[in-house]
C-alpha cells in the first residue's frame, strides 16, 4: 500500500503547480501580443480571430491530452485561455439571436470563449445584417435541430447574403419548465420558442394538455414573460432561470434525450483547410428531369461523402428550388475542388457558402 501523502504537502504541490501555470499563461498571453502587434505592422487591421488556427490548437490539444482529464474538458480550458488572449489582441463582437440567455449565446460563449462582446438582436435577419454591416465581425445562428430539422429563416437568407459559414458549434439542449408556480394545475400558460415547445411536445401533452402554449421569439424571451407572472411559465435552459430568477420545476422535459442543435458561424473570412472540414454549399438546377443526379453524381465519381441536402423554393419561380448541400472535406482540397469544378458545369447556380473546420467541442 502507498504512503498517504500528508494534506499540508500536497497542498504546497498544488501551490507551487498553480504558480508556474500562472507564469507560463501571462507567457502565452505575452506571445499573443506581439503577434497582434506583427500583424498590424504587416498592415492587418481585420479581425485576429483564425477559425482554422484555434480549431488546429485545440484539436492538438486533445491529441496531447494524458489525462486524468478529459480531452473535451482540456480543449474547453484552452478555448477560455485563447479567447482571453485574443480579447488583448482586439475584442471580437459576435451578434447572436436574443435577448440575454439564449441558447444562441451559449452556443457563441462554446465557439469562441466567454472574453468576446456578444450583442444580443431580435431576428435571425438582424444577426446577418449586423455581420453584412460590419457592425460585429460575427454572427451566430441555428441552422438544424436534430428532431425538428432546419432552420428555414437561416437557410433563406443565404440566398441574399454575400456573407460565409466560418464554422460550426453544437450544442445538447436540455429544456426545463420553470416559473414562479408553486403547483402545476396553477398554469395558465407556457411561452416557448416554436422550436423548443415542439421539442417537448409529448411532455406537454402528457403533463399539462389543457394548458394554452405561446411561441415567442426566444426562449429567454419566454423566461423574462414567465418572471412577470404567477400563473405563466416557459421553458427554456437553465442560463435563462438564473437571468430571470426562476425556480426550474421540471428539469428536461425535451422528448428526445439526445436532442443538439447546430449553430453556424457566419462571417467574411474564408478559413484555410485543417484536413478535417465541412464545405457547404447552395445549388440551383432549374426544374428539369434528373436535376438531382447531376449533383450527387460528381460527388460519388470524386469519393466526397454528402453529410446533408435540403431544398427550398428558389422564390425566382413557381416550382423552382435551390438545394442547400453539406459535404465532408475543404473546397481547396484535390478531390473536391474537381467534384465542384465538375459539378458547376451540370448547375446554373453554385454558391459555396463557405469551408471551415468542423465543430472541435
Keep these: 500500500m502507498a504512503d498517504i501523502i500528508p494534506l499540508s504537502e500536497l497542498r504546497d504541490k498544488i501551490d507551487a503547480i498553480d504558480g508556474q501555470i500562472l507564469q507560463l499563461i501571462n507567457q502565452r ?19 485576429f480571430y483564425r477559425p482554422d ?21 482540456a480543449a474547453r480550458f ?7 488572449c485574443l480579447a488583448l489582441e482586439k475584442p471580437l463582437e459576435v451578434a447572436f ?22 450583442v444580443p438582436v431580435v431576428t435571425i435577419d438582424e444577426i446577418f ?9 460575427f454572427g451566430v445562428v441555428p441552422v438544424e435541430n436534430s428532431t425538428e430539422g432546419v432552420i428555414t ?62 411561441a415567442v421569439s426566444s426562449n429567454a424571451e419566454a423566461a423574462r414573460l414567465a418572471s412577470e407572472s404567477k400563473n405563466k411559465m416557459a421553458i427554456a435552459g437553465a442560463v435563462a432561470a438564473d437571468l430571470y430568477k426562476l425556480n ?4 428536461n422535459i425535451e422528448d428526445e434525450a439526445n436532442n443538439t442543435t447546430r449553430f453556424i458561424i457566419i462571417g467574411e473570412q474564408q478559413p484555410a483547410s485543417t484536413e478535417l472540414d465541412k464545405t457547404s454549399l447552395l445549388v440551383s438546377t432549374g426544374n428539369r428531369a434528373g436535376s438531382l443526379h447531376e449533383i450527387l453524381q ?28 453539406d459535404i465532408n472535406g475543404h473546397k481547396d482540397d484535390e478531390n473536391v475542388a474537381k467534384a465542384l469544378d465538375a459539378l458547376e458545369q451540370n448547375v446554373n447556380l453554385l454558391n459555396i457558402l463557405g469551408s471551415y473546420p468542423k465543430a472541435v467541442i
Design 298 to 325: 460528381p460527388f460519388a465519381e470524386y469519393g466526397i461523402s454528402m453529410s446533408h441536402i435540403e431544398s427550398r423554393p428558389s422564390k425566382q419561380g413557381l416550382w423552382d428550388y435551390v438545394f442547400f448541400i
Design 78 to 84: 484552452f478555448r477560455e485561455l485563447m479567447s482571453s
Design 248 to 251: 426550474i420545476v421540471q428539469k
Design 129 to 137: 445584417t449586423e455581420v453584412e454591416n460590419h457592425h460585429c465581425q
Design 53 to 73: 488556427r484555434e480549431a488546429l490548437v485545440l484539436r492538438r490539444i486533445k491529441e496531447l491530452n494524458p489525462g486524468p482529464l478529459s480531452a473535451d474538458t
Design 97 to 118: 439571436l436574443g435577448p440575454e440567455g439564449t441558447f444562441t449565446q451559449q452556443a457563441s460563449y462554446k465557439h469562441f470563449g466567454k472574453s468576446v462582446i456578444t
Design 153 to 214: 429563416h437561416t437557410l433563406d437568407r443565404f440566398l441574399t447574403s454575400p456573407l460565409k459559414i466560418c464554422g460550426e458549434v453544437e450544442i445538447r439542449v436540455h429544456q426545463n419548465l420553470m416559473g414562479h408556480v408553486e403547483r402545476l394545475s396553477d398554469v395558465t400558460e407556457i411561452f416557448s420558442h416554436q422550436q423548443s415547445l415542439a421539442q417537448c411536445r409529448q411532455w406537454l401533452d402528457i403533463h399539462l394538455p389543457h394548458v394554452i402554449r405561446t
Design 29 to 47: 498571453a505575452s506571445c499573443a501580443m506581439e503577434v497582434a502587434r506583427t500583424k498590424i505592422s504587416e498592415g492587418e487591421t481585420g479581425t
